[in-house]
């Protein structure tokens, strides 16, 4: 088998100097069961592994598939080694959230890559109650910061293969590989789906020039345009009858000429002002280069597959374990004390990183549920002239030229948070973060002035260069964010000798009106192994003032968790509180050296 298969780099339609891939993610629906649904869906996996040359993954072995199986204790994944480098992890169980809740099952191949890693992740979760989920992420992990990699994932083959086989759906519309073209008698339904409250992908309409005819720009053109949207979007070409119902039936929303319209979830047909979010991609731009159009085509879903919270199901699927080698307890009796202590470090910074991928997912969810908030909350405000086009049209909601009621999208007023922000309310009643926080490191760089007890010590350009790395949107900057509104508040508290403790505690105890940063990731210091390393010792050594040492360097073991993984970012510092009266921020940056990135 050869590495460059999964994907195929030919596939790769645009390239970007550095950084890492756009990751592909799908997520439908089947009416399937759920021991259906993840039978055909190993049937079509262990289909495509054979078709690109590795090994077939043997049954599981009395693998419980129904989701009223009774709940079995957490166990790690399994894993297979299917060929050369090729790793295949599988694990099934109860939801988060106790019995009754509902079962997954979860698939997970890597595969080498020029540069990395090729990630292909297949989850498969069912409810108590409600459809069976089906997941697909794609995602290649480059190790080196000069290589060259396509800037996003090619939708995978296996997509192609488990769209038909499961019978996928979004709402009220089927998940078809390729347009459909309709006619004047089917843009009735057109508009239902647009309107359908269930819907979350985006839906890509085509219209027909007037000088061509339809079967030679469907070939052509919109199919080649449509070549990566399998999964992330329905797509659909109007003939000529069909347009002109359509355009008459939403005047604000209309497509002709040749153009292709991207229709995001939640359609409001008597707002103008709701016209203008759903983008449009001109004939002009479409014919000067197919290819490139192409990729800004698929550009928006990307970013909505990106963003979408995850139905609750797929959010309640725990992050995977893998067990470790079998023979690491016998070579750890082997070993010395000193191998001992280390391997011992090993499992518990493990179980760390676990822990904090699990967080990370789960604080991932509340900036997705934010962003969607916060779009909602601004779409509720009307634009000049929709007082007037909902007299026209009767109200609010509106009925189309088919009699169909047309639901206007929801929104959620955000409430005014303890100093004037306004912020979502979590799950305890804080803000998961501010509305007006910095969406990027660059931007949270020019506004430290605003914590007046916080001194950045550090090197910038470190800082700067998350902007090009971080897979979660702005997430990463917010999330630090969070911490340094913390550190000022704990801060100020700290001068006036009322803070009662160390960070740590002031954040298990955190004052009423007083921004909350979770606990779990505000850590007081390196592990021993770490802080006995000469070379991941001299790493935290970082810059503070004269007053503060006369050497200019100080160990900042206290930190931050932005995020969890080997690389996700940490905000070290450095408590002088109770000598100079401020606190010292020597690094914003990637994971530093420890046993779990060495």
Same mark, same amino acid.
């Given at each position: 088998?050869?590495?460059?298969? +999964? ?6 339609? #645009? ?33 495509? @592994? ?9 049954? &599981? ?37 106790? !019995? ?14 020029? =540069? ?59 998940? =078809? ?68 119902? +359509? ?45 490139? /159009? ?10 909505? &597959? ?39 470090? @090993? ?38 002239? $929709? ?13 189309? %030229?088919?009699?169909? #009621? ?10 005014? %948070? ?33 914590? !007046? ?11 700067? &260069?998350?902007?090009? #790395? ?11 964010? $969070? ?9 100020? /508290? ?8 160390? +960070? ?10 007083? =921004? ?16 006995? =390393? ?10 503070? !003032? ?8 100080? +160990? ?43």
């Amino acid at each position: 088998m050869t590495s460059d298969r +999964f994907p195929s780099p030919a596939r790769a339609e #645009l390239f970007a100097p550095r950084g890492p891939a756009t990751p592909y993610r799908m997520t439908v629906t089947t009416a399937l069961p759920h021991a259906d649904a993840v039978a055909l869906a190993d049937q079509g996996l262990g289909a495509w @592994l054979k078709q690109e040359g590795c090994e077939e993954p043997p049954p &599981a072995v009395r693998e419980p598939v129904g989701p009223d199986t009774p709940d079995a204790p957490d166990t790690p994944a399994e894993r297979l080694r299917l060929g050369d480098r090729v790793l295949f992890d599988r694990d099934h169980g109860p939801l988060r959230g106790g !019995p009754g809740t509902g079962r997954y099952h979860r698939r997970r191949l890597r595969t080498p890559a020029p =540069h990395g890693t090729h990630q292909l992740t297949l989850t498969i979760a069912t409810g108590a109650e409600g459809p069976t989920w089906v997941r697909l992420e794609a995602e290649t992990h480059t190790t080196g910061s000069g290589v060259r990699t396509p800037c996003r994932v090619p939708v995978p083959e296996l997509a192609r293969t488990l769209l038909p086989l499961l019978d996928a759906t979004d709402g009220p519309a089927a998940v =078809h590989l390729s347009p459909q073209v309709l006619t004047a008698g089917q843009v009735g339904g057109l508009i239902d789906e647009l309107c359908d409250p269930e819907r979350r992908l985006p839906t890509v309409v085509a219209s027909v020039p007037v000088n061509l005819g339809l079967d030679q720009w469907l070939a052509d053109v919109v199919r080649p345009l449509c070549h990566q949207l399998p999964g992330l979007a329905t797509a659909y070409v109007l003939d000529p009858g069909a347009r002109t119902e +359509f355009n008459v039936a939403l005047e604000y929303h209309t497509v002709y000429g040749g153009a292709v319209r991207t229709y995001l979830p939640e359609v409001d047909p008597a707002s103008r002002q709701d016209g203008a979010r759903h983008p449009v991609l001109a004939r002009q731009r479409i014919e000067e280069d197919i290819r490139r /159009a192409a990729g800004l085509l698929a550009r928006e879903p990307r970013r909505l &597959a990106a963003e979408q919270p995850l139905p609750p199901p797929l959010a309640a699927v725990p992050v995977l374990r893998v067990a470790p080698p079998s023979g690491a307890r016998a070579d750890a009796d082997r070993a010395a004390a000193d191998a001992r202590a280390e391997l011992a470090a @090993l499992v518990r910074e493990e179980r760390q990183d676990r822990a904090e991928q699990q967080a990370r997912a789960d604080e991932l969810e509340l900036v997705r549920h934010s962003l969607r908030r916060e779009r909602r909350r601004d779409r509720r405000r009307p634009a000049p002239g $929709d007082e007037q086009a909902g007299a026209r049209h009767g109200g609010a909601p509106v009925r189309g %030229m088919t009699g169909r #009621l047309c639901a206007g999208p929801g929104g959620a007023v955000l409430p005014t %948070m303890p100093g004037g922000h306004s912020g979502p309310v979590g799950p305890a009643g804080s803000p998961s973060h501010w509305i007006d926080a910095p969406g990027t490191f660059t931007e949270l760089m020019t506004r430290l002035g605003e914590f !007046p007890l916080l001194s950045f010590t550090g090197d910038q350009k470190t800082t700067l &260069a998350l902007d090009g #790395l971080q897979c979660a949107g702005a997430s990463w900057a917010r999330l630090t964010w $969070d911490g340094l509104t913390a550190l000022q508040e704990y801060a100020e /508290a700290a001068v006036r000798g009322e803070a009662g403790g160390d +960070f740590k505690q002031w954040c298990e105890r955190t004052p009423a009106g007083c =921004h909350r940063f979770p606990p779990r990731k505000a850590v007081r210091g390196e592990s021993r192994t770490v802080f006995s =390393h000469t070379k991941w010792k001299r790493e935290r050594m970082l810059p503070v !003032p004269e007053c503060v040492d006369v050497s200019r360097r100080a +160990f900042m073991g206290a930190h931050l968790r932005i995020g969890g993984g080997r690389t996700a970012p940490r905000l070290h510092y450095l408590d002088d509180c109770s000598g100079s009266g401020r606190i010292y921020v020597g690094y914003i940056g990637l994971h530093l050296t420890n046993t779990r990135t060495n």
